[in-house]
């Protein structure tokens, strides 16, 4: 049940987001939606409120004409001696005057005024969703599919990634799905999206759609192949000729039928939803070897596995040999490992009241200043260690794990994934660029030397960390931290450490952050005799072993 509730907040968005225009945003972060969504509860409430003051109303109006009728209907059965009688003369004139006012001002009076006011206040909120959440969450959906290569006759149905959640998508989802996958130059999908609105096209619907979904089709042809666009020009003509608009599914039908064996010709020919998985992968971009590594295309071969281990570690602190930490190597150069079972759910418990109300849509690093990004969409918040003494109770444990010193680390910062959540391929290093237009805050500090990522929460699918270079997809779990060093020894920006989160498909992934600074870690962390952006510990025994010879 909590599962088809998830689901349901990414496709229930798809299926009717029409809110005033206002600046919140929620699509970005579960939290956030989470909380909306009960505000639909009271809004519910309010209409019930509307539906049952109305019925009421009409329930009374209905009595009174079913009184005036049979009043009526006596007096034309009675005819003109109806009239003698001067009790019915005033019974009529009464309902004349009196009573057929009193209706007339019942029948204008705004009924339900109260409760539609206290609704259209909830409707404007600042922290309710506004049109845009619709094109976000969209694109949240269209990110999943593109990603992990979801097939789209699945996610129609409620299938995402092999699992089932009952919840179906109907013709007039799937066209906005793909009017909007044709403007994010998504062609193959918006194809994909456009025979899947034309497969569940219901009667009463045909002629409404059947049309859009052809010229949809047709402009589309036209953008993936020139070739295939002769005579798309006639079919434009002709659809111009049928009556926009049209509600009964008998209007226009010979054109409809000519519409539907259109359709049938213009994808006689198919079209491949996703493109064949590259077997060449030094040719890939950052994002295509980013996109890979999420879908499992790329992954460690057992021998680079064969050297990894998994342990104990004591040696950074005395406290350790009674509480030694559980690590899992992940890889030796650069460094990446994963402790497990490191941080407690009472420490959880209070970042997240510590976070309550304060999460914001996270930034990317600009040209000249954090800037709002499609290329991370989650919502964040910043706790400075002076906020609480379990920071700083995580702090030191951090400190144990990684044998860095923490006085100069940045603060907190606490981080929530909503609908296709993601953050794609990026280093956590800054490069020269930000300290030259001084984005980076105390850059005094330096550097950030290495990073410490907790996971908060599981998630039921989706959301990995992806090491495009190291081969390596880190699966959220509960209570374990990832910990790597973004600089080479030399305090050169190592790129292999480039990653990123891969989008949710379903649940809410909580994590948090804790980028160490590089000042004062010498003692910790020296820098080698050679420059090691440039060189490995092995070339240069090769080196020296070949002067010796």
């Not at 009964?248 to 049938?264: A, H, M, R, T, Y």
């Amino acid at each position: 049940m909590l599962l088809k509730l998830k689901l349901f907040g990414l496709l229930a968005v798809l299926a009717a987001l029409c809110w005033s225009d206002v600046t919140a945003e929620f699509y970005s972060s579960v939290h956030a939606m989470s909380k909306v969504f009960r505000y639909e509860q009271q809004m519910l409430q309010h209409m019930q409120k509307f539906i049952a003051d109305n019925e009421s109303k009409l329930d009374f109006l209905r009595a009174r004409l079913d009184e005036f009728e049979r009043e009526r209907s006596q007096a034309e059965q009675s005819g003109v001696t109806y009239f003698e009688s001067p009790l019915n003369k005033y019974l009529l004139s009464k309902r004349l005057t009196l009573d057929w006012e009193h209706i007339a001002n019942l029948m204008a009076a705004a009924t339900g005024a109260k409760p539609l006011s206290r609704l259209q206040r909830l409707r404007q909120r600042e922290d309710m969703p506004n049109p845009r959440e619709l094109e976000g969450a969209i694109d949240g959906l269209l990110r999943l599919q593109y990603i992990y290569r979801l097939q789209t006759k699945h996610v129609a149905a409620g299938i995402l990634d092999g699992v089932s959640y009952g919840t179906q998508l109907n013709a007039q989802h799937c066209l906005d799905i793909a009017e909007q996958a044709a403007r994010d130059e998504h062609l193959q999908l918006a194809h994909a999206w456009l025979l899947e609105a034309n497969r569940r096209l219901l009667d009463k619907d045909r002629a409404k759609l059947l049309p859009v979904i052809l010229e949809q089709l047709v402009k589309l042809k036209a953008r993936l192949s020139q070739s295939e666009s002769r005579g798309m020009n006639n079919t434009l003509e002709m659809l111009k000729n049928i009556e926009p608009g049209s509600e009964s599914p008998l209007d226009n039908w010979e054109e409809l039928n000519q519409v539907q064996k259109q359709i049938e010709e213009l994808t006689a020919n198919p079209v491949d939803e996703h493109a064949p998985l590259p077997e060449d992968l030094t040719k890939l971009s950052d994002f295509e070897l980013y996109r890979h590594t999420c879908n499992g295309h790329i992954r460690p071969t057992p021998s680079e596995l064969r050297q990894l281990r998994c342990g104990y570690m004591t040696e950074t602190h005395p406290f350790l040999l009674l509480a030694p930490l559980k690590v899992e190597e992940l890889s030796h150069d650069p460094l990446l490992v994963l402790f497990h079972d490191v941080i407690y759910q009472s420490e959880i418990d209070t970042l997240m009241r510590l976070a309550k109300n304060k999460i914001h849509r996270a930034t990317v690093t600009g040209h000249n200043s954090s800037v709002v990004s499609n290329a991370r969409t989650s919502q964040f918040t910043f706790l400075p260690k002076t906020r609480h003494k379990v920071l700083r109770t995580i702090d030191q444990r951090v400190a144990d794990m990684t044998d860095l010193h923490l006085e100069y680390a940045e603060d907190h910062q606490l981080a929530n994934y909503g609908i296709g959540g993601h953050y794609a391929q990026h280093m956590d290093w800054f490069y020269p660029i930000t300290f030259e237009t001084k984005q980076v805050s105390n850059p005094e500090m330096g550097n950030r030397i290495g990073t410490v990522l907790f996971y908060l929460s599981d998630v039921e699918q989706g959301g990995a960390t992806a090491f495009p270079a190291l081969k390596q997809l880190l699966r959220p779990k509960k209570y374990a931290a990832a910990f790597w060093y973004n600089l080479h020894a030399s305090g050169v920006g190592d790129a292999r450490t480039m990653h990123g989160a891969c989008p949710i498909i379903v649940g809410s992934k909580w994590v948090l952050n804790r980028w160490i600074r590089e000042f004062v870690q010498s003692d910790r962390r020296p820098c080698y005799q050679w420059d090691d952006s440039k060189l490995t510990l092995s070339q240069v025994l090769e080196l020296t072993g070949s002067q010796l010879e």
